[in-house]
C-alpha cells in the first residue's frame, strides 16, 4: 500500500478543507498543549507534563469545533471529536521521531489498545467496501461509522512536529500503517519557556481503552 503524503501548503489547505477542518484550529491546539506542557516542573510527578499537554490539545480542538457543530464522544476511553455529519472523527496521540516528516515513517508512540484495534478495522473495512470514502460527501443524513484521524505530535527540542494522519493498520500494539498523512510546518519554541525534553514520554497519553460499544 501506498500512503498519500501531502505536505504542500494548498493542497493542505484544500484537504483539511473537505475534511470539515482548518490549519489554524490544529495548530492552535497543538501549541496550547506544548504551553501547558511546559508549564511543569522536576518536582511534578514524572507523567503529569505529557498528560496534561495531551489533554489540553484535546479540550482546545473540542472547543474549537464544537463552536462549529463537531460533537465530543468518549468510546473506550478515548475522547474524541466527532464531525457534525458523523463522516469523520478526530483524537490526539503522541507519534515518533517521523511525526511532521513526510521522509520518515510515523508510528504511535505508545502502544494502543482494543478500541484503537476497533477503530482501524473499521477504517480498513470502509475503505476495502468504498474508496470514495477518502473524499468528504454532502450526507443527508449522520453517518454511523465515522473514518477515524488522529492528530499526532511528538516535540524535538524546541520543535513540536505534528500531522494529522488517517491509519489503516497496526504492528505489535501500535499504529504503523496509514492511508493519508497530512504534514504541517513545526511550532518553534523558545527555550526560556520551559523544559524542553518530557522525561517520562511513555506515559503521555496513555488512556485505559475498553472494548467500545459503537
Known sequence: MTT????????VQSRLQELGLTEEILREAVEAGERVRRTFTANHPLVVP?????AETIKVIRDRLMASGWTKSDIGGVPL??????????????????????SAELRSKNPRGSTTIAFIKQNAEQLEFDRTVLKI????????????????VNCVGNEVRFELS??????????EDWQERIMFTPIDFDPSSGPIENP????EDIVVEVSPKF
Do not use: C
Not at 4 to 11: A, Q
Not at 50 to 54: E, F, N, S, V
Not at 141 to 150: F, I, L, S, V
Not at 200 to 203: H, Q, R, V
Open 137 to 152: 460527501k454532502a450526507a443527508e443524513t449522520k453517518q454511523d461509522n465515522p473514518m477515524m484521524w488522529y492528530l499526532a
Open 166 to 175: 488517517l491509519p489503516l493498520g497496526m504492528n505489535n500494539g501500535h499504529i
Open 50 to 54: 505529557g498528560l496534561m499537554r495531551w
Open 200 to 203: 517520562f514520554e511513555k506515559s
Open 81 to 102: 471529536i466527532i464531525h457534525p455529519k458523523g463522516l469523520i472523527a478526530l483524537t490526539v496521540m503522541t507519534g515518533n521521531e517521523g511525526t511532521g516528516n513526510d
Open 4 to 11: 498519500i503524503l501531502l505536505s504542500e501548503p494548498l493542497k
